[in-house]
C-alpha cells in the first residue's frame, strides 16, 4: 500500500508539473524581427549580427529584443560542469534591447537600452562557488561602451565594463541554462524561464543550441 500511495503522489506531482510549465510557456511568445537599429549600437556591432532578430513576449507584456552573432567561435574544450565549454571567454555572442528594462540572475535591476552579451565561465573560486547551478552566463555591457565584436577582454576588463550598466561593482549576469526546443520559451515551477535559440558556429556541428534566462533569478 505504501509503495503504490507512493506513486500515486508522484504522479500527481509530474502532473502539477507538467501543467505549471504548459503555463508558463503559454504565456510567452517568440517572434522574428527586423535588423538591429537600436540607439547607439556601431555599425560593426550591427554588421556582426544576424540580420533577424528574436523579440520575446512574456505575461504582462514584458519585451526583450535579441540578436545573435552570424558566427560563434567555438572549439571543443574539457571544462567540467561547463554547459557550453566550447564557448571562450569574452566571446562575443550578441546584443539585446531591453524596452522594459530586466533584471538580471543576481536580481539587479539592468535599465532600459542595449547591450552587448558576451559569455563568461563563473570562476570557480570561494567566492563563487554554489551561487548558480551552472557556471555558464552572459555578462551585458551598454552598447556604447562595446563597440567592437571582435575586441577581446581579459576577466576584469569585461567585469568593468558589464559594472557600468548598473554602477556598482558588479557586473550584470544573464545566467545561461540547458536549451529546449528552438526558438521557444519554456518555464519551470520556480519561474524560471530560458528562452532556446540556434545560432551558426563554426564549429563541427555548425550549431550552437543555447539557452538563456530571460527570466529568474538565483536563490537567495
Not at 508522484?10 to 504548459?22: P, T
Not at 534591447?97 to 570557480?124: C, S
Request: hydrophobic share 45%; net charge neutral.
Amino acid at each position: 500500500m505504501a509503495r503504490k500511495r507512493f506513486l500515486c503522489q508522484l504522479l500527481i506531482w509530474g502532473s502539477l508539473f507538467c501543467i505549471a510549465s504548459n503555463v508558463f510557456a503559454a504565456a510567452a511568445q517568440v517572434e522574428r524581427i527586423g535588423a538591429l537599429t537600436a540607439p547607439g549600437a556601431s555599425d560593426a556591432l550591427k554588421q556582426a549580427v544576424e540580420e533577424k532578430g528574436y523579440r520575446i513576449t512574456l505575461d504582462g507584456g514584458w519585451t526583450a529584443e535579441f540578436w545573435f552573432a552570424k558566427q560563434l567561435k567555438t572549439a571543443a574544450k574539457d571544462v567540467p560542469n561547463a554547459l557550453y565549454p566550447e564557448l571562450a571567454n569574452a566571446e562575443f555572442v550578441g546584443v539585446v534591447n531591453l524596452p522594459k528594462g530586466m533584471t538580471d540572475f543576481r536580481g539587479q535591476a539592468i535599465p532600459v537600452g542595449a547591450y552587448t552579451l558576451r559569455y563568461q565561465l563563473l570562476p570557480q573560486d570561494g567566492n563563487h562557488m554554489g551561487v548558480a547551478p551552472n557556471p555558464d552566463f552572459l555578462l551585458a555591457i551598454p552598447v556604447a561602451s562595446d563597440p567592437n565584436p571582435e575586441q577581446g577582454y581579459l576577466y576584469k576588463k569585461l567585469v568593468a565594463l558589464s559594472a557600468k550598466t548598473t554602477g556598482t561593482n558588479h557586473p550584470v549576469v544573464i545566467a545561461l541554462d540547458t536549451a529546449g526546443d528552438p526558438s521557444s520559451v519554456a518555464g519551470d515551477a520556480q519561474g524560471v524561464m530560458v528562452f532556446t535559440v540556434t545560432v551558426p558556429s563554426s564549429g563541427a556541428s555548425a550549431t550552437e543550441k543555447l539557452g538563456v534566462v530571460v527570466k529568474g533569478a538565483a536563490a537567495q
